[in-house]
Structure formats: C-alpha cells, structure tokens
C-alpha cells in the first residue's frame, strides 16, 4: 500500500507540533506549508533530525510552493492569526477570512482529491468558507473543535473526581465560540453518569450542580484561558493532538465516532449549517452524522450555538466573502 500524503498548510504553532506527530506516527509523508520563507523548512528540518530517535522514517518536508502538496490524501489547515489577550474567536473574521479563501483556492487547484480538516478560526465560518471556495463535497470538509472541547472537559472531570481522564467520555457539541455545549447528561466515568459521581461525592444535589455548572463554564472559557496565559498566541498542543486523534481516524479508516463540525442536512433540526455533532469519521472523511436525543434545555443551547454560527456566517458574507 503506498503510503499516505499529509499536507499541513500553516507552518505557526499548531503547525510546527501536528508535524511532529503525525510524523512519529508514521501516518504517512508530511508535507508543511507556510508563506514565511525558510520556515515551514527549518521546522521540518529540526522534525526529521529526530528520525533516528523517534524512529519513524516517513519524511517531513518544508515548502513555500503549494506544488508540493499535489496528490495529498489528507490537507490539515492552521493558516491563520490566532487570538491575542482579549480577543474573541470571533474577532480573527475578517483577517483569517483573507487567507481562508486564498488556501481554499490553492487546496482546489493542488490536492483537489484531498479530505481537508480545518483548524483555524473563527472555525465553524472557516469551515464554511472553505466548503464555499472550494466546491468540495460535505464529506471532505470538517472542522476540529469539538476532539478538542470535549478533551478539555473530559480533563476537568477527571481532576474534579480523582479519576484517570482515559475512563470518562464526555462530548462538546454545537459552535466553537462562547456558546459552544458541553453535554452534562450524557457525560459519564466508565458508564456511570458524572453526576451521579458528584452528587455521591458532596451529598448535596445543589453542590453537585453547582460544581458541574463550573466545569461547564471553564470548557467553554478553555481557550481564553490559555491565550491570558500564554499572552502571544493561543493554545497549540492540545489542536494539534486533537486533530490528529481525527486524522488517524480517516487515514486508518478506524470510523471513530468523535465530535466534528460538520455540515448539518436537517440532523438536529439544521439544515445547510456547519456545527460540532457526533461524526464517523473514516476512509471516507465524515461518513455520517449520528444524531442522539436532547432534552429541552439541550436542544434549546445548541440551537442558540447555531444561531452565533449563523451569524458569524452573515457577518462574513456582509465583509464579501
Ligand atoms: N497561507 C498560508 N499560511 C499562512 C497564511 C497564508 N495566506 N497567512 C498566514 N499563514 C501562516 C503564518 O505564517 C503562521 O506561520 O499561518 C501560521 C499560523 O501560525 P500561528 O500564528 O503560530 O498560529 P497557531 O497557533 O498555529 O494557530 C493557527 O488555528 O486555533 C487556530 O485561532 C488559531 O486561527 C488560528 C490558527
């Protein structure tokens, strides 16, 4: 079998480290591409330097050309400003809509067989935009936000009840900005519901809640959390592993059913939108959407998350994109 092509356009931060994994994971040749001359190819260069350690023989390249990332399988894209103290996801609009556009066209002309995961921000608008610009099918454009949100929430809970993060599940849907749902009910140790877990550990249903409803709040509030402490960009390990956790899904056809923005055809009620839902992601990028029950309250926050995608997505069409 011949081995796999990832091409990662957007030699930054998250760049730098997607390249360093998917490298030593050998999911196939890595291709990193910025418009800063000389280093997409240092970085790359100080990555395969580690070959003989890390033991992967894959190579990991770097190029200013987009030639080089003809016949990519895989197109991860980080190309973009990140957030400054202050900012919201929502403030990189019009700037990151710039860019968008222009690698949309270039991923059309130079890998227009790829499947595309998109990183950057505002996510659920970029996505969209690259959909729009590139004429890409549903199936081969997604958005990685939800691995992530819902890792940052998983890791809360196991802090919050002494437990290793590897046995809880917990799931983030909706849009990638402030409004974003963490879902509590479905949020659970090995099958046993986290809230069940809170209210035997404080004896006090008001307690439980009142615990529950601050994790809720620090998950959606992760990111700006790391960007006032980081103070010159924002959060870069954690993407990067996030959306290799779903490019390892595809590439190894492992039909992982993890939370990705996708585009909605009437699942939860939506129809043409991109928002964070339960996908299948294999071979065939999100092979399908599983829809799952929400109660009243549920339904009514993701609707809300909805309409701020909805509306970034006019803001962007008002700015001519
Ligand atoms: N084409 C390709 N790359 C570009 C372009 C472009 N038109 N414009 C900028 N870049 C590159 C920059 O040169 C930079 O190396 O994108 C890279 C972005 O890297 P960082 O600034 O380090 O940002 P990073 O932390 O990697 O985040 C990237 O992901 O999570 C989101 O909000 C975040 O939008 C941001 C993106």
């Not at 202050?86 to 790829?114: C, H, Q, W």
Request: hydrophobic fraction near 45%; glycine fraction near 10%.
């Amino acid at each position: 079998m011949a081995r796999k092509k990832i091409a990662l356009i957007g030699g930054g931060q998250i760049g730098g480290v997607l390249a360093q994994l998917i490298g030593a994971r050998q999911l196939g040749d890595v291709v990193l591409f910025d418009i800063v001359e000389d280093l997409p190819q240092g970085k790359t260069l100080d990555i395969a330097e580690a070959a003989a350690v890390d033991n992967f023989d894959v190579s990991v390249t770097g190029t200013n050309n987009y030639k080089d990332i003809a016949g990519s399988d895989l197109v991860i894209i980080t190309a973009g400003l990140p957030r400054k103290p202050g900012m919201s996801r929502d403030d990189l609009l019009s700037t990151n809509a710039k860019i968008m556009k222009n690698v949309a066209e270039n991923v059309r002309e130079f890998a227009p067989n790829a499947i595309v995961i998109i990183i950057s921000n505002p996510l659920d608008a970029m996505v969209t935009l690259f959909k729009k610009v590139s004429g890409f099918p549903a199936n081969r454009v997604m958005g990685q936000a939800g691995v992530l949100d819902s890792s940052r929430f998983a890791t809360f809970i196991a802090w919050e009840l002494g437990v290793s993060v590897k046995d809880v599940n917990a799931m983030v849907l909706g849009g990638h900005g402030d409004t974003m749902v963490p879902l509590i009910r479905y949020a659970n140790v090995n099958g046993i519901p986290v809230m069940e877990m809170l209210e035997r550990k404080y004896k006090d249903k008001t307690k439980a809640k009142e615990v529950m409803t601050a994790m809720v709040e620090r998950t959606k509030m992760a990111g700006g959390e790391v960007v006032k402490l980081l103070k010159t960009g924002s959060a870069f390990y954690s993407p990067a592993s996030s959306a290799t956790a779903m490019a390892e899904s595809i590439l190894l056809d492992e039909k992982r059913l993890l939370p990705t923005c996708a585009l909605l055809n009437g699942e939860f009620g939506v129809n043409g939108y991109y928002a964070g839902v339960p996908a299948v992601l294999g071979a065939n990028g999100v092979e399908r959407v599983v829809e799952l029950s929400l109660d009243a309250e549920e339904q009514s926050l993701f609707d809300n998350s909805v309409n701020a995608v909805k509306k970034l997505v006019e803001d962007m069409a008002r700015l001519g994109f």
